[in-house]
């Protein structure tokens, strides 16, 4: 199982990035999906989230900037970011679980803007770096 993801960069304050995790070795469609992000100070903050059917849930740090969105013939998974802020500058990192349990989780966390450890869900890609200055 891999998860890649790639898009990260460094941008001014009010740009966009658009991020992007290519999950292989699972079956896509079964899988909870999410966004995570960190800085060296905390742990790993929910952003966004895709579980069940397509149910969607964001943090409230970014909800109605971000858009999170799969496209599950390319089993690839996206992260719009718009509007970026300084705050937003953090590794951001792709995750997969299976388990209903463990995808409730997912979306609690998300929604709650809660933190997660890195054993926390099934699986995590390597992160990509995202810059943004004032």
């Known amino acids: 199982v891999q998860l890649a993801e790639s898009g990260g960069g460094s941008v001014h304050a009010g740009g966009s990035l658009k991020l992007s995790c290519v999950i292989s070795?699972?079956?896509?469609?079964?899988?909870?999906l999410g966004w995570f992000r960190q800085t060296p100070e905390m742990e790993r903050e929910g952003v966004a989230s895709?579980?069940?059917?397509?149910?969607?849930s964001y943090a409230d740090s970014v909800k109605g900037r971000f858009t999170i969105s799969r496209d599950s013939t390319k089993n690839t998974l996206y992260l719009r970011m718009n509007s970026l802020k300084p705050e937003d500058t953090a590794t951001y990192y792709c995750?997969?679980?299976?388990?209903?349990?463990?995808?409730?989780?997912?979306?609690?966390?998300?929604?709650?803007?809660?933190?997660?450890?890195?054993?926390?869900?099934?699986?995590w890609g390597q992160g990509t770096p995202v810059t943004v200055s004032s």
């Open positions: 895709i579980v069940g059917g397509g149910t969607i």
């Open positions: 995750a997969a679980e299976s388990t209903f349990p463990k995808c409730i989780r997912m979306q609690t966390t998300i929604i709650l803007g809660a933190s997660a450890s890195a054993s926390e869900f099934m699986y």
């Open positions: 070795g699972l079956p896509f469609a079964d899988y909870c």
